[in-house]
């Protein structure tokens, strides 16, 4: 009885700790909030009051007007530029992190049930008496054990995780 709750429990956590983890990450930094190097917000603000400046100059022509405009608002483009490039590297870096720590939470609690089945292989998670009859499918669930209307670890753990991903997925759309 104790292979079965814990091999059921070990199934549920398996299904949902990766889903968990990713969402954890993402509220944790939704609370960090959003960080803009200081250094390219600054370089923003010196192209924004160049400009500015250029706007409000008194000058000896029109086109050195135009071409004092034309530079400033490029300096302008290229801060707002590479403040967006350096947004999307991080959000970039964010979403590989994310990506990570779902598939490592994910292997790691799968091999710890695989390590589980392994070494419960040959012992029954539950049987059954004769009143009770599993005729076509006797052999393939007692399979390693070899007891007679028994259910094998590894049968268990298939059909639980085969149950609560279905049930996840179900509930999860």
Same mark, same amino acid.
């Given at each position: /009885?104790?292979?079965? @709750?814990?091999?059921?429990? &070990?199934?549920?956590?398996?299904?949902?700790?990766?889903?968990? #983890?990713?969402?954890?990450?993402?509220?944790?930094? +939704?609370?960090?909030?959003?960080?803009?190097? %200081?250094?390219?917000?600054?370089?923003? $603000?010196?192209?924004?009051?160049?400009?500015?400046?250029?706007?409000?100059?008194?000058?000896?022509?029109?086109?050195?007007?135009?071409?004092?405009? /034309?530079?400033?608002?490029?300096?302008?483009?290229? %801060?707002?530029?590479?403040?967006?490039? =350096?947004?999307? &590297?991080?959000?970039?870096?964010?979403?590989? #992190? $994310? =990506?990570? %720590?779902?598939?490592?939470?994910?292997?790691? +609690?799968?091999?710890?049930?695989?390590?589980?089945?392994?070494?419960?292989?040959? =012992?029954?998670? &539950?049987? +059954?008496? $004769?009143?009770?009859?599993? %005729?076509?499918?006797?052999?393939?669930?007692?399979?390693?054990?070899?007891?007679?209307?028994? @259910?094998?670890?590894?049968?268990?753990?298939?059909?639980?995780? +085969?149950?609560?991903?279905?049930?996840?997925?179900?509930?999860?759309?």
């Amino acid at each position: /009885m104790q292979l079965f @709750i814990l091999i059921a429990l &070990m199934c549920l956590i398996n299904t949902l700790l990766p889903d968990f #983890i990713r969402n954890y990450v993402k509220l944790s930094r +939704f609370w960090k909030g959003t960080t803009t190097n %200081a250094l390219l917000q600054a370089e923003l $603000d010196a192209a924004r009051e160049e400009l500015n400046n250029v706007h409000s100059a008194q000058h000896a022509g029109e086109y050195a007007r135009k071409i004092k405009t /034309m530079r400033a608002e490029r300096k302008v483009t290229d %801060a707002e530029i590479k403040i967006r490039s =350096t947004q999307q &590297m991080e959000v970039l870096k964010q979403s590989t #992190i $994310d =990506t990570a %720590a779902y598939y490592v939470s994910k292997v790691l +609690f799968s091999l710890v049930v695989v390590i589980v089945c392994a070494r419960h292989r040959q =012992t029954p998670v &539950m049987i +059954f008496d $004769d009143s009770f009859s599993l %005729a076509p499918l006797t052999g393939l669930l007692s399979f390693p054990t070899g007891v007679y209307n028994a @259910i094998s670890v590894p049968a268990w753990a298939f059909s639980c995780n +085969f149950t609560f991903r279905l049930l996840y997925g179900l509930v999860k759309k």
